[in-house]
Each structure stands twice: as structure tokens, then as C-alpha cells.
């Protein structure tokens, strides 16, 4: 009943951007928070940044300085514009959102995933 979608990942060198799309869809209430995730291969997933419905926005130390997450309520939408590029960015990126259903439901949701990938 609640579909999220990313899009925008691919390959880039270092140093270069990416920008990152996830849209949320269905029987949707409100969104209270948006957030990325990234997961390495052999590592754990870790939070990238989040955005809240009221504007409070967090990052990663790693991310700090270099990756800004934005978010259009109107349309659903969560945004994660990456620049400077490093290796150590590359990995599966997964949106997430605190959404609470027209059912009055609340749940944590996950899209399917995006591989950045960082390489010369």
C-alpha cells in the first residue's frame, strides 16, 4: 500500500556528483521523516542523512560538508545531492520513511535500493 522508489544512482569518478531521487506512493497519510541509508558490501547499513516533516536535518560525519538531503512534501518526495565524491561513498543507497497510512497505520518503509558506485 506504500511503494518507495529511488533513482539517480550509476557510476561517477571521484570527485564528481550524483543526485539521488525517492518518491513515496499509496495510501499515505503524512510522512513524519525521510532518510538515506547506505550499505557497503560487508558492512553494516548506515544512515546517510534524514530530513523530518518539521525540517530538522541530520548527517553522517563521513557525509558532512559534501551531501545535502532536500525534500518536496508536496510531492513526496526525498532528495540526497552528493558531491565531491569519494570511493568510500560507494555503496547500495535505500530510502527510508516514517509513514503513517490513511488507515492510521505507522509504519518504517524501505525502497529497493540504488548502487552508487565511486570509481576512476
Known amino acids: 500500500q506504500v511503494q518507495l522508489v529511488e533513482s539517480g544512482g550509476g557510476l561517477v569518478q571521484p570527485g564528481g556528483s550524483l543526485r539521488l531521487s525517492c518518491a513515496a506512493s499509496?495510501?499515505?497519510?503524512?510522512?513524519?521523516?525521510m532518510a538515506w541509508y547506505r550499505q557497503a558490501l560487508g558492512k553494516e547499513r548506515e544512515l546517510v542523512a534524514a530530513i523530518t516533516s518539521g525540517g530538522i536535518i541530520n548527517y553522517a560525519d563521513s557525509v558532512k560538508g559534501r551531501f545535502t538531503i532536500s525534500s518536496d512534501n508536496a510531492k513526496n518526495t526525498v532528495y540526497l545531492q552528493m558531491n565531491s565524491l569519494k570511493r568510500e561513498d560507494t555503496a547500495v543507497y535505500y530510502c527510508n520513511a516514517n509513514i503513517i497510512r490513511v488507515d492510521q497505520y505507522e509504519g518504517r518503509y524501505w525502497g529497493q535500493g540504488t548502487q552508487v558506485t565511486v570509481s576512476s
Open positions: 499509496g495510501s499515505i497519510f503524512r510522512i513524519n521523516r
